[in-house]
């Protein structure tokens, strides 16, 4: 089975400030894993994805990810957070097998403080 | 390639009332997946097509839910004799071959019932 923790289900950053958002996933196989990010009343938008291959991901808008298989961990963080960061973000594991479909976990709404 | 589109995107329906979702995807995206949305949750699979087929389904998909997907294209997700639990936002996302592939996410159709 698979699943996703992601610890904090509220996180707040002053403006220019270091964003850390936290996520372990469970898997008995390899996974996939995603950071989306979700703005009110809209759908989900890619950031960045882990399949093969360097464990360092970069992403869109400044985010980065790091695979790190011996936490079972893939935090998301960015070195400067802007008021147009303030969203939902998840995280997602998917398997090579079968549906091939996201497990999310349950969020973090991050709040940028100016 | 205007993304994947969902109708309506907004419904109010009396309970015990059946509704129909229209999802239609990228058009070369041979796969389909419908999720649903709570608050402060993250989206929970509900079922999965590749091309017309519906190769798997969510045990969150009661009797009551069906979604088909004639000729491979448009997908549709009924709810017959609505609840009030199935309030909740409902969305598609499509996606290319492979497993490491991004899944590309509808607007959701936000579900009302009363």
């Known amino acids: 089975a698979q699943s996703v923790t992601q610890l904090g289900s509220h996180v707040s950053v002053s403006e220019g400030a270091l964003v850390l958002l936290r996520c372990n996933y469970s898997?008995?196989?390899?996974?996939?894993l995603f950071w989306y990010v979700q703005y009110p009343n809209q759908g989900l938008q890619l950031l960045l994805k882990?399949?093969?291959?360097?464990?360092l991901v970069k992403g869109i808008n400044g985010f980065e990810a790091e695979f790190k298989k011996s936490e079972t961990s893939f935090h998301l963080t960015k070195p400067s957070a802007h008021m147009s960061d303030a969203a939902e973000y998840f995280c997602a594991v998917s398997l090579q097998t079968g549906a091939n479909n996201l497990f999310f976990g349950t969020g973090t709404r991050l709040t940028v403080i100016p | 390639d205007t993304g994947v589109s969902q109708d309506p995107r907004h419904k109010i329906t009396k309970r015990g009332q059946n509704v129909t979702f229209r999802c239609d995807p990228i058009s070369e995206h041979n796969r389909l997946y419908w999720y649903r949305q709570t608050l402060g949750q993250g989206p929970e699979f509900l079922t999965y097509?590749?091309?017309?087929?519906?190769?798997?389904k969510s045990r969150l998909l009661s009797d009551r839910f069906s979604a088909e997907r004639p000729k491979g294209s448009f997908s549709t997700l009924e709810i017959q004799r609505t609840e009030q639990g199935d309030s909740a936002m409902y969305l598609c996302a499509s996606r290319g071959m492979g497993f490491g592939t991004e899944a590309f996410f509808g607007q959701g159709t936000r579900l009302t019932v009363v």
């Open positions: 097509f590749q091309n017309e087929a519906q190769l798997e």
């Open positions: 882990y399949t093969t291959g360097a464990t």
């Open positions: 898997s008995s196989v390899p996974p996939y």
